[in-house]
């Protein structure tokens, strides 16, 4: 076990760099000057000229491209990310800040895909070529095809304004008091629903392909009731390509809550990102986009993990 960790751990060295030397290179490709964002728009002459020289040698700016990047990664190994060129502020306080945020709405989401797509895959599948099941097929299709912020959207302006169930944006704390959990319902929503729609159509398959298996026409031979053969039997076998899934979709959970937290105003790295991205402000992007990938490597990590839970057959070698 722990050679198996190390080893993962050390592979997840080189995706990290390359992750940050993709977006380095690429921010700093891109059309456009970031020091234009913080000069004032009626500075002009000379006064505007030496502003400008002062800014660059101050975020070394002014230095070589290798240069820039060497030094990007030198702070990064020092976990320092350098300031916002928007706000002059330290982005490490303020990533301290919003990661929590972005964790409680991803865990949130996670559970509620898990629970329903799990949920209403086992039942299509025990319900196969029903009435019930085709409905579930075509609202997993539903869930997979529809663009989450259109959802966001659409709940906004049902539950949120029409109805006035709850809040149609915002922040008020962390979930596990009534005011944050109202916040949380409908961007939790908007990000798991993809999520529980693959889960759900996966899931399906999987319990299909283990419920044509020998022995569990053995378990129901023996006179094993229909519940114990389903979730003791087939669900346990049937869950190690749906844990490999799970560990891919709460990574792009993560990723997507770009849009659900710019949607709803949810104060969470995803939208930091998107300030980032719209003002050039090169470092905002770059922490952010490390810790995006940061979360994807955790979570294919834990999966891992979860594997040997799941079937003790499976060894860490």
Known sequence: MQAFIVK????????????????FFSMHLAPGDPVDQMIPPDMEGSAREDMVERIRAQYGLDKPLHLQFLSYISRIARLDFGNSLRTRR???????????NTLQLGAMATLIAVCLGVTFGI????????????????????????PSFFFGYMMMLIFGLYLRWLPPSGFEGHIF???????AIMPALTLGTASTAVLARFTRSSMLDVISQDYIR????????????????????????????????FGAMLS???ITETV??????????????????????????????????IANFLTDLAYGFIDPRIRYD
């Open 8 to 23: 993962r751990l050390l592979l997840a060295i080189p995706t990290l760099l390359a992750v940050m030397t993709i977006v």
């Open 90 to 100: 330290a982005i490490a306080p303020d990533l301290r800040r919003r990661i929590p």
């Open 123 to 146: 039942i299509s599948a025990v319900r196969r070529d029903t009435l019930l099941d085709n409905a579930t097929m075509v609202g997993a299709l539903f869930g997979v095809s529809m």
């Open 177 to 183: 008091q009534w005011a944050g959990f109202r916040y």
């Open 218 to 249: 053995t378990a129901r031979s023996k006179g094993l009731g229909e519940r114990i053969v389903i979730l003791r039997h087939a669900l346990r076998n049937a869950l190690i390509p749906v844990i490999t899934l799970l560990g891919i979709q």
């Open 256 to 258: 997507g809550s770009v």
């Open 264 to 297: 709803f105003s949810w104060p969470g790295v995803g939208r930091f990102l998107i300030q980032g991205i719209t003002t050039r402000d090169f470092p905002v992007v770059q922490g952010t986009t490390l810790i995006i990938a940061l979360g994807f490597v």
